[in-house]
């Protein structure tokens, strides 16, 4: 049997690991989203992809794209004023390369970081819900 006074520390020294272990994996996901704010190109594009959590030695980024959201809704809600233009115009396949590029990017600049192997793209629910909020705002619904 143990006694409570070393059950104790057990716990504590359990519990202190875990913090450690959270912190440092907060501070992971910070320096390799400061790595992204760091690239000119990644940076001035209008959205910004960032490392959402680190699972292992994957790293889960966010997406505009999924195979529920295309690629052009995804650029309609980037670019709005795209929306009035035919599927066939030449500035949606421009946009759709410049958004495979930059979120090509994004990914072999956090796969450049040590300890990263994989990335997984999740769609980014939040930032379509904060555009929607943000149109609400601005046309005054």
Known sequence: ????????????VVAAL?????????FEIISLNDRLKADEKVASYPYQHRVLRVEGSTAIMSSLRSHTTSTQEALGTVFPNMR????GHRSWQKAE??????QARSGDIVLGASGIDRIRWELDENWYHLQAMKSNYDTGL
């Open 18 to 26: 875990f913090v450690g272990w959270l912190g440092w994996r907060g």
């Open 84 to 87: 009035n233009l035919s599927d």
């Open 97 to 102: 390369r410049e958004l495979a590029h930059i």
């Open 1 to 12: 049997m143990m006694s409570d006074r070393k059950q104790f520390a057990l716990v504590m």
